[in-house]
């Protein structure tokens, strides 16, 4: 149980243009959903809480007008980035949060390779 | 500010011994702790957690040790096998702000 679908796993896309990446909660309901990010040889870098029917928060430092987060229902996340430039180029990873199950409940996404050229 | 350090970014371990993984944070209103697996290009999986009420939490070949007055936790993996290699991150987090604070990571490779 507690499985969490995250895609695409992989995306190139050119300069300037916005990609959208889907997190879907497969078998439980997410009120939760949590966006990170990872650059090489690095740590996960909580980006937003996406709080279904309402509007995520952001951590500091991370641009809300240009990674746009949606939480329309209770098993899927969105997170678009809008006019991507090289530098978004990084590994996202989505999370759910399953309130009913023990340790805390967080299943994860098998990620997003993003690459902007 | 990074409020859970892993200091040593790679492990090396023969197969049959003892892994020993270390974490600190500087966060005194910490109080669980978890430790997440990740291959390459994959999502963290779970692995064994525990409550700052604790000092030890087993699971098999899985040992989390907490020292609360140090800030210190540490994962022992017992014996150590071939498929433990892996990327392994603690994570840290606050009852009731549900996010997850996580460390840079320990890369671990266990040789035959």
């Known amino acids: 149980g507690a499985v969490v679908s995250q895609h695409p796993s992989w995306v190139i896309c050119k300069s300037g243009t916005s990609v959208k990446i889907e997190c879907r909660s497969l078998d439980f309901q997410a009120t939760t959903m949590f966006w990170y990010r990872q650059f090489p040889k690095q740590s996960l870098m909580l980006m937003a809480t996406?709080?279904?029917?309402?509007?995520?928060?952001?951590e500091q430092g991370v641009e809300k007008d240009k990674f746009l987060i949606n939480h329309a229902s209770l098993t899927l996340s969105t997170l678009t980035v809008t006019s991507a430039h090289p530098e978004d180029s990084s590994f996202y990873i989505c999370s759910a949060r399953d309130g009913t199950r023990a340790n805390y409940g967080y299943t994860f996404g098998s990620g997003t390779r993003l690459t902007v050229v | 500010d990074q409020q859970v350090k892993q200091n040593s970014p790679s492990l090396s371990v023969q197969e049959g011994r003892i892994s020993i993984l270390n974490c600190d944070y500087t966060n005194s209103m910490f109080d669980y702790f978890l430790w997440y697996k990740k291959y390459p290009a994959e999502g963290p999986t779970f692995l064994i957690s525990?409550?700052?009420?604790?000092d030890k939490n087993e699971d098999g070949r899985f040992t989390v040790f907490l020292n609360k007055s140090a800030k210190h936790l540490s994962l022992h993996i017992v014996p150590s096998q071939p498929g433990d290699s892996a990327v392994y991150f603690c994570?840290?987090?606050?009852?009731?702000?549900?996010?997850?604070?996580f460390g840079q990571g320990t890369r671990l490779t266990i040789n035959p």
């Open positions: 525990i409550s700052s009420i604790k």
């Open positions: 996406s709080n279904e029917g309402s509007k995520a928060t952001y």
């Open positions: 994570a840290a987090s606050i009852q009731g702000a549900q996010k997850l604070v």
